[in-house]
């Protein structure tokens, strides 16, 4: 379903719909984006452009770069979080619980450029959501650290079970079968609430593993029937809709919690 709307009424109006259905073995989540082009908004940013192919050097010259805001992070899914929030393109997807906060980011302009948002309403089987601790997380996080021509998994899982053990030494070999299974999946993720911005915005993450397992090329897919609905916010309501939000406590200031952040919404 898709819908034209122009203030955060009809937008509450709307999101009741998918909801009237809710089944207790599901859960919804939501993401805001100030486009409605899918080809972006529902891809994870390193499948975008042709960063995929330096995802590995990517990701060392970050930590390598800036040592001392990783050394407390135990695993490379953290590392990737907070990669995401510096804005390097990952394989994550941001995600948030809060409808709200998804208008918020589907109402953002980018400058002078106008264009409609859209609100993707996310229904998630409850026991396919994963922890911060999963294996399964685990696995597809560690390919961000193989070189493009090391991920021929046809061939076996060496390379990518040898990253794994860093941060999991009992991990297992043998797992051949779950991980063929695993590896071409899109998993939501809840990860830790150390990070304040996670914490203000309700957020969590997609991970998107790849295509087949020839490659990591191509990206895997999150499955449409996980979309139950897609609500157009006209780029001519923006304004007067962030101005709804603001009187709800939802803008710039208490969405992102760096000093910078509070000195723009003090300007405006």
């Not at 109006?13 to 080809?39: H, Q």
């Not at 309403?121 to 560690?142: A, F, G, M, Q, T």
């Not at 993450?205 to 157009?232: H, M, Q, R, Y």
Request: hydrophobic share 35%.
């Amino acid at each position: 379903m898709s819908f034209n709307l122009f203030s955060l009424e009809q937008f509450i109006t709307e999101l009741k719909k998918p909801l009237e259905s809710a089944d207790k073995d599901y859960v919804y989540y939501y993401r805001g984006c100030a486009t409605y082009d899918w080809k972006y908004n529902l891809v994870p940013g390193i499948y975008r452009d042709s960063y995929i192919n330096d995802e590995d050097i990517s990701f060392r010259e970050m930590v390598v770069r800036s040592p001392d805001e990783f050394k407390n992070d135990g695993t490379t899914l953290e590392k990737l979080v907070k990669m995401q929030h510096y804005s390097l393109p990952t394989r994550l997807l941001d995600i948030t619980s809060n409808p709200l906060v998804a208008l918020y980011f589907a109402s953002w302009q980018f400058g002078d450029k106008k264009t409609d948002g859209k609100v993707y309403v996310l229904k998630i089987r409850k026991d396919e959501i994963k922890y911060y601790d999963s294996d399964s997380v685990s696995l597809i996080s560690n390919v961000a650290k193989l070189r493009l021509d090391k991920t021929n998994f046809t061939k076996g899982f060496d390379y990518l079970i040898h990253e794994i053990r860093e941060e999991k030494p009992y991990y297992s070999d043998a797992f051949q079968t779950e991980n063929e299974k695993d590896i071409v999946k899109v998993f939501p993720v809840k990860v830790k609430l150390n990070n304040n911005r996670i914490v203000r915005q309700s957020g969590a993450f997609l991970i998107f593993g790849i295509k087949d397992l020839n490659t990591k090329k191509e990206s895997a897919i999150l499955p449409s029937s996980v979309v139950v609905a897609e609500l157009k916010i006209d780029t001519t309501a923006k304004k007067d809709i962030l101005n709804s939000l603001n009187s709800l406590a939802i803008n710039e200031s208490t969405l992102f919690p760096e000093l910078e952040h509070a000195a723009s919404y003090l300007r405006k």
